[in-house]
């Protein structure tokens, strides 16, 4: 039987490079990988032109694409997880100290969907009071999926295209979301911090306390290659968890990461997340993280309702649990 030719749009992923590269392969599945892009290329192609078989997209455009087609399904396969407790950007000036501070502001953002920036303002409004509707959201380009914001949500462009780490630089915008670290803080330029004196710790609290690490990115597949090809989505999560199997594999060996003291760093990750933090499947902790991020898109008026996950997921014999480690 010929394999399904299919192609995948991903960011450059140690976790899926022994699939897009070939070290793994998806049974009875030929995959096209299309690495020639960036994220917010990719997640816009995606979005308005469904241009990809299977690819990464921002978990909130993807509950906002389902809310209104179901052109599109997911696996349970998450390739990029982060904190963000470290992303949020203050000009000293502004005289902001505390999360409580920011009520009321004008925050920049690129846009008002990154799953970073649903994360961070759902987090900071039910874990420190700064409803999202008490501020005005200060954006500098356009959203990937087209939507009309719920009555009383403010949200403005920057004049003139102009650029959010700039408008705070110049004291214009008090605060940032950003989803990479600003050039200006990565270079010192002292009239940027980081809101958080130590985010680290404040991230390693909140997932102490939460058992979330925050998934940013969900794997979507066409409906149709689904509905042609019902093994496909179970095909696809065991080649995932093989490759993310090798990919551990690499990253414990010392001789791997151009790190230092690459085996420490390995060491403090399994003892505060766990032996596997990047777990595929529909298990109790992916429910949670998922659960998390629906609501807080429901609740931001980017979705009109909340379906239950499984609607959101293709079924597959790895969705409850995640994948078993791959025999190697």
């Not at 699939?19 to 392969?25: E, N, R, S």
């Not at 009321?104 to 900071?124: D, E, K, S």
């Not at 295209?161 to 408008?167: S, V």
């Amino acid at each position: 039987m010929a394999k399904v030719r299919l192609t995948i749009a991903l960011g450059d992923y140690e976790l899926a490079r022994p699939l897009t590269l070939g070290a793994v392969a998806a049974d009875g599945i030929e995959l096209v990988p299309l690495a020639g892009m960036g994220s917010r290329e990719r997640h816009w192609r995606m979005a308005r032109r469904n241009e990809f078989d299977i690819c990464e997209v921002n978990a909130g455009a993807y509950f906002m694409e389902r809310d209104r087609s179901d052109a599109l399904t997911a696996i349970p396969v998450f390739l990029h997880r982060r904190f963000r407790h470290g992303f949020i950007f203050v000009n000293p000036a502004a005289g902001i100290t505390k999360p409580q501070d920011l009520a009321g502001l004008r925050i920049g953002g690129t846009n008002f969907q990154p799953a970073a920036a649903v994360w961070l303002r759902g987090m900071l409004e039910e874990r420190y009071g700064v409803a999202h509707r008490d501020v005005t959201w200060v954006t500098e380009r356009s959203e990937d999926v087209e939507f009309e914001p719920a009555p009383g949500l403010r949200i403005e462009r920057t004049p003139n295209g102009e650029r959010i780490e700039q408008l705070l630089l110049d004291g214009e915008l008090p605060a940032i979301l950003a989803p990479n670290l600003p050039r200006a803080f990565v270079d010192g330029d002292p009239r940027i911090r980081q809101l958080f004196a130590d985010p680290k710790a404040e991230e390693i609290a909140y997932f102490r306390e939460t058992g979330i690490f925050p998934i940013m990115h969900v794997t979507v597949i066409k409906r149709e290659i689904v509905d042609r090809y019902p093994w496909i989505p179970t095909n696809l999560v065991k080649a995932f968890d093989a490759a993310k199997a090798i990919a551990y594999r690499r990253a414990g060996n010392p001789r791997v990461p151009p790190l230092a003291w690459a085996r420490d760093a390995w060491d403090e990750q399994r003892a505060i997340l766990g032996e596997d933090p990047f777990q595929y499947g529909l298990g109790e902790a992916n429910r949670k993280n998922l659960d998390t991020i629906l609501r807080y898109t429901h609740e931001q008026g980017m979705i009109a309702r909340r379906p239950p996950l499984d609607d959101l997921f293709a079924a597959s014999d790895l969705g409850d649990a995640g994948g078993e480690e791959a025999e190697l």
